[in-house]
């Protein structure tokens, strides 16, 4: 008899393992299968085990549900309890006429059954389906798995992009302003940080990170001789230098995936007493991280030198914190900062003490 070959499973020959004791059934099956995969035999379930604990690797198992020794049944339900042979597709073969017993095969695993005397037709066709269904099964299991990966690798390679564009930008400001060198990334590393010991959850840990990164970006509009103009400023010159915090929200306007990074620039001079700018907000109507930026942003800018004055000692900035904390600073925020600023001291004392010891 001429059988169409109608194999769409993939380019490499399948093996297939008949579990029976008859020998003509093996031979049979075996005869009428050799063109559609490699046929290996054994004669009893006990070998269908040694042989599927061998490792190779197998695409179907034809089992007999009669058999000596270990029948089809139980055969079935131990190897369906081991991990590695649970998803082998297994197809009954059975002499009886009891539904019964299908039942108990369907239920403990079998995908389909071939009756015997067997239909070698059918018997093809059945092998066939199966094969095909557990090739493309396989291959859109391979397929989902790549595209995760490409997902995660992508959206790895995003986040960077980002991380680096942010950096990129940030650089930017504080090329302009000479006295402020590193401003934009203390600012950003000391709110993460306190953002931190507040138990924020990673990504609120990150997301102000960005914040303090940006926060000063409206200063890229402003003339580079205001900024960096030694001596007093004109109120004139103080109100261009003010609008640094509406230029930077209107610059991160566009960014929409991050809508915070342009909180952070809007708001980070407003005061807790509602006397800051732009909007004068107060108290806990200031976006949370622009509260917190704040007060890193004045730590920050009473430590470093400016056009017109040295940095502040550790102690005077330690006390300015204080004497503002509930009029310009939140003052839980506040609280927080200075409770980190007085560790700082004394690891710095210890680690004084130590060198002098
Ligand atoms: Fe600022």
Not at 216 to 223: F, N, T
């Amino acid at each position: 008899m001429e059988f169409k070959q109608a194999t769409l499973y993939g380019e490499k020959k399948p093996h297939i393992l008949v579990i029976d004791d008859d020998e003509v059934i093996r031979g049979l099956i075996k005869n009428n299968l050799n063109d559609l995969a490699h046929v290996d035999t054994v004669i009893s379930g006990e070998d269908g085990l040694s042989y599927l604990k061998s490792g190779r690797e197998t695409a179907l198992i034809l089992l007999d549900y009669l058999m000596h020794g270990m029948t089809g049944l139980e055969f079935l339900k131990h190897m369906k309890s081991m991990t590695a042979l649970e998803d082998i597709p297994v197809l009954m073969l059975t002499g009886e006429e009891d539904g019964s017993l299908e039942l108990q095969a369907l239920e403990a695993g079998a995908v389909d059954f071939i009756h015997k005397p067997v239909a070698v037709a059918v018997m093809r066709q059945r092998v066939l389906n199966i094969l095909n269904y557990t090739y493309l099964q396989h291959s859109l299991q391979d397929e989902v798995e790549r595209q995760t990966k490409l997902a995660d690798k992508r959206k790895e390679e995003a986040e960077q992009l980002f991380e680096e564009m942010i950096m990129a930008l940030a650089q930017a400001i504080d090329a302009k302003d000479h006295y402020t060198h590193g401003h934009s990334q203390r600012v950003a590393e000391y709110s993460a940080q306190l953002s931190y010991l507040l138990g924020d959850d990673p990504k609120q840990v990150r997301q102000i990170y960005y914040m303090g990164l940006l926060h000063d970006i409206g200063k890229i509009g402003i003339p580079v001789e205001i900024i960096n103009k030694p001596g007093n400023l004109t109120d004139e010159e103080y109100a261009i230098i003010k609008s640094h915090s509406v230029i930077g929200a209107e610059v991160l306007k566009p960014i929409r995936i991050s809508p915070e990074l342009m909180i952070g620039a809007r708001h980070h001079h407003e005061r807790f007493d509602g006397h800051g700018y732009p909007d004068k907000l107060s108290g806990n109507d200031i976006p949370r991280a622009a509260r917190i930026i704040a007060v890193v942003d004045a730590y920050d800018a009473m430590t470093s030198n400016r056009s017109y004055r040295k940095g502040l000692t550790t102690e005077k900035v330690y006390n300015e914190i204080a004497r503002n904390s509930g009029s310009q600073f939140d003052p839980e925020f506040a609280g927080i900062m200075l409770e980190y600023l007085r560790k700082e001291k004394d690891s710095i004392k210890e680690s004084v003490q130590e060198v002098n010891n």
